[in-house]
């Protein structure tokens, strides 16, 4: 009986929700201004940094106060920025911490979609080894727009790559269909590699006719792309052609290889074909909106599924906009489940003076998100509209090690913040292995030192070289590097 009352309760209490106006929850503050047509904002996991990507080929990092801290990369010698093109995408390998890798996507000074490794600096984490550029993927873009733009990792730690259609209206040469082109597609490769990348093993179309490095097909501008980083499902924001703009979602028990449409179709409405263009074999959006409304609606903007601390009551609402109609919006998606509780949010997102154009969204490395006004120049947080200032958790303190390098043995100061913090404390090779763990439990608040005496953990000693150690306090992480010498 007792389950069936609260079961009843929680279905009049959704009820209501839907069928009232939501109370308000989420707000937004501007945290930086002045720049130069952003498109990005990312981080590394766990890193309290921000990463802003410029489209002009800069890539800038401020703190959470919204200060800069410094230019990371500048490739704004080798982009083409000219209508949709420039740097347009930036994702930080799943074991930055250990190997300093990322990636960029941006357009050549050709046209044409370039998939870059990098490495950060030896010596200032703040600073990319610009000498370290590695092209992994080239592929030529026919026309100045719909060059996708997003990369990200998934949980899968392969990289995804959107690709859109090639451009010009209606994708005229059908490439989004064409088994044998990239463009209009979802790529999903290994670049865990030591050089180039590999094609992982189970993509869907290993061993068949179409290209290998094709995960999803039927796309027409993936622009913005994300996956929820607690449940792993993958959203895909394709922009429209003239009618819809659509959210697909790609649940992760999904083993890749789906068909999203276009050009068969536009959203839900058949393109080319006008009648009879499902054969039943297209996945169709889990979401759609229509041109039109005033301010006029035109192109999807996608976001991300929040995970961050700042809004729990949110945990879970994917976030989306408008480019042109600055409308913002959230919903829900499981896989149980499907779509519930579309929501506008427009009112309580937009700033006083409004964006100009939200072009994307930025997600940090804890899961905060961030509303991008690209020709607007800002970055806005947003935030609970009950208490603006969002807890914030600092990097925790870590000294470099003292002496260093060292032989035998090297001293680690660190500090704990509050009582019964989760703290480890773990040494890897310049490789990224795992070598020593150090500290692994529940510390008490205060200074601490850790002493590591050059062995591994099964008490062998290791051999001379860069050695990395990382702090990680309630799940954030701060790291340096040391020196072992003979
Ligand atoms: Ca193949
Ligand atoms: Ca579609």
């Not at 370039?114 to 950060?120: C, E, L």
């Not at 990289?159 to 490439?175: A, E, K, M, V």
């Not at 591994?456 to 010498?485: D, I, P």
């Amino acid at each position: 009986m007792k389950n069936i009352i609260v079961s009843s309760a929680l279905a009049a209490l959704a009820f209501m929700s839907s069928a009232s106006p939501p109370i308000s929850e989420a707000a937004v503050e501007q945290l930086i201004s002045g720049l130069n047509q952003p498109v990005r904002l990312v981080a590394p996991e766990g890193d309290t940094r921000l990463f802003v990507v410029q489209r002009n080929g800069l890539i800038r990092i401020f703190d959470q106060q919204g200060i800069e801290q410094g230019t990371f990369l500048d490739i704004s010698d080798q982009t083409n920025v000219f209508s949709e093109r420039g740097l347009l995408g930036l994702a930080f390998a799943p074991d930055y911490d250990t190997t300093g890798r990322f990636y960029i996507n941006f357009t050549d000074l050709q046209g044409d979609t370039r998939i870059a490794r990098f490495t950060v600096s030896e010596d200032d984490p703040d600073l990319a080894d610009p000498g370290s550029q590695e092209i992994i993927l080239t592929v030529d873009q026919p026309a100045n727009n719909h060059n996708g733009g997003h990369i990200e990792f998934g949980p899968d730690n392969m990289l995804y790559i959107g690709l859109g259609d090639g451009g010009g209206t209606g994708d005229p040469q059908n490439r989004a269909q064409n088994d044998q082109e990239l463009l209009g597609k979802m790529l999903r490769l290994d670049v865990s590699v030591p050089v180039g990348y590999a094609v992982p093993g189970d993509n869907p179309f290993v061993d068949l006719a179409p290209q290998d490095e094709i995960w999803a097909k039927g796309l027409r501008n993936p622009w913005c792309f994300s996956f929820d980083r607690s449940t792993g499902d993958l959203y895909i924001a394709d922009v429209g052609q003239g009618l819809e703009e659509e959210i697909d979602v790609q649940p992760v028990s999904s083993a890749g290889g789906e068909n999203y449409g276009w050009r068969l179709m536009e959203g839900t409405l058949c393109f080319i074909p006008s009648s009879d263009c499902n054969d039943g074999s297209l996945t169709l959006p889990v979401h759609t909106y229509t041109h039109g409304g005033n301010p006029n609606r035109c192109s999807i903007s996608g976001g991300y599924v929040y995970r961050g601390a700042a809004l729990p009551s949110l945990s879970g609402h994917y976030f989306f906009a408008d480019y042109c109609s600055n409308q913002i919006w959230s919903l829900t998606w499981t896989e149980s489940g499907g779509l519930s509780a579309v929501v506008e949010r427009t009112d309580e997102m937009t700033p006083s003076g409004g964006y100009i154009s939200v072009a994307s969204f930025g997600q940090d490395g804890l899961g905060e998100l961030y509303v991008i006004d690209l020709d607007g120049g800002r970055v806005f947080r947003i935030v609970s509209a009950t208490s603006n200032v969002p807890e914030i958790p600092d990097q925790p303190f870590l000294a470099q090690n003292i002496p260093n390098p060292f032989n035998p043995q090297t001293e680690i100061a660190f500090a704990v913040k509050s009582a019964g913090s989760r703290v480890s404390l773990v040494v890897y090779d310049a490789a990224g292995h795992l070598v020593r763990t150090l500290v692994d439990g529940t510390l008490p608040a205060g200074d601490h030192l850790a002493i590591w005496n050059g062995t591994n953990n099964a008490g062998g000693r290791v051999v001379s070289g860069l050695y990395l150690y990382r702090l990680e306090v309630n799940g954030v992480a701060a790291s340096r590097k040391m020196l072992l010498l003979e």
